[in-house]
């Protein structure tokens, strides 16, 4: 039957319709909701965050448009797609956090200039990134001096490297897996991380910070605390934490190291 020629009229077709209210709960369902912007080309930070976020926490993603091949360029010149992204997260919804899954482009953009975007488009509404909430969740964990994995090339890893110390956390040690674009991150294996974590120099660290929302990493963080002694910090793991505390989920996140049993501490410095 083509499109445009109604349905035969019979006795069914004039049953009455009956309306039955319902009674909404997405309140009840929900104690937290986090709009996440991730990556065009990201990978990762999706299954990374559904695997750490308690099942009561929603979290509603879009994607910002970006260059797969990662310089501080490039990372930069996402800021001009970020307006757009946020703007597609349930606009007529609340949220209690929004979140950009990028650490190396909170870095090349900024993270004033970040947050302004953001609130441009979500007035108020609290936001963080996998750098900002790092250094947060290292503050937290009492470290002063950091040990720092990252996948990226030398150039993005110095700008890193330099971001922390100009927060005033030390960085004596640093590995960088060299690479150049999302699609080589998101394929460093298991066995890479963990052998790259055993050889990490830890001297006078205080904490291991493994960088990039693009490694798959966050199901190893109790294995390398075990392993290692000392308290680890990854991107997602970071952030995760960071969006559900500033969302007034305080509950602790078992399985994803020490930082999961930490409440945030606004009296602290940042």
């Known amino acids: 039957m083509a499109d445009n020629v109604p349905f ?8 009455e319709i009956r309306v039955r209210p319902v009674k909404p709960i997405l309140d009840q369902i929900w104690k937290a909701r986090i709009g996440m912007v991730d990556l065009a080309s990201g990978l990762t930070g999706e299954e990374e965050m559904h695997a750490i976020l308690p099942d009561d926490v929603l979290l509603l993603t879009t994607r910002v448009l970006n260059s797969n091949t990662i310089s501080l360029s490039a990372l930069s010149d ?31 953009i900024g993270e004033n200039r970040l ?36 996948p990226y090339t030398v150039e993005v890893t110095s700008y890193m490297r330099d971001a922390f110390q100009n927060k005033g956390i030390g960085i ?50 109790e294995e390398i605390e075990q392993t290692l002694g ?6 997602n793991q970071a952030m995760a934490w960071h969006a559900l505390r500033l969302a ?23």
Do not use: W
């Open 172 to 221: 004596p040690h640093v590995t960088t897996y060299g690479l150049e674009t999302d699609a080589e991150i998101c394929q460093v294996s298991h066995d890479d991380i963990l052998a790259t974590a055993r050889e990490q120099s830890l001297q006078g660290a205080d904490a291991l910070f493994i960088s990039c929302t693009g490694l798959r990493v966050v199901g190893l963080i």
């Open 78 to 108: 996402m800021q001009a797609d970020m307006a757009r992204a946020v703007g597609t997260i349930t606009p007529e919804e609340p949220l209690d956090v929004v979140i950009y899954c990028c650490t190396s482009g909170t870095i090349a």
């Open 115 to 150: 947050g302004a975007l953001i609130q441009s488009v979500r007035p108020g509404v609290a936001c963080t990134n996998p750098f900002t909430a790092a250094v947060e969740a290292l503050r937290h964990i009492g470290a002063k001096r950091v040990s720092l994995l990252a």
């Open 248 to 270: 007034g989920y305080d509950r602790n996140l078992n399985g994803f190291g020490r930082l999961g049993h930490l409440v945030l501490d606004t009296n602290l410095n940042t």
């Open 8 to 15: 035969p009229v019979s006795e069914a077709s004039n049953a």
């Open 230 to 235: 000392l308290p680890v910090i990854t991107s």
